[in-house]
């Protein structure tokens, strides 16, 4: 089962996008980039599945701009136990924002929670491209 980052970084590089690399900063509002396919992509490990996942608005707005600044297409692929699913971010309709209060950080030792603005993309948006077990 894929059900880390790093996990699913190496599943979508062997299966994929051989020349997958790694954003050049930690901290980036990406996680990963194609030059080959010219995709700017964003990864996420749901240890629950819904089938509407959550996308931080900061997260999207940085996507879709390097995309538009860089002529990519900004791509979300997120793992859930039920599965592997890929959203085009350009391709799609903006999600509805709102603000919720959220964990800060995805460290469980953090508690802490803030207001964050997310949208929700169905998962019949997606292409399913890994099938969990």
Known sequence: ???KEK???DFVKSK???DLKESDYKFSKYD?????????IELKCRATHYDDLLIEKAKYDALIER????????????????????????ALREP???DRMMPK????SDREKIVKCVGYINIKEARKIYEQV
């Open 1 to 3: 089962m894929i059900n």
């Open 7 to 9: 996990e699913l970084f």
């Open 16 to 18: 994929y996008l051989p």
């Open 32 to 40: 990963c980039y194609s030059e080959k396919f010219k995709l700017d």
């Open 67 to 90: 995309s538009k600044n860089h002529g990519t297409k900004a791509f979300y692929i997120n793992s859930t136990p039920s599965g592997v699913f890929v959203f085009n971010l350009s």
């Open 96 to 98: 509805e924002w709102e």
């Open 105 to 108: 950080t995805s460290h469980f």
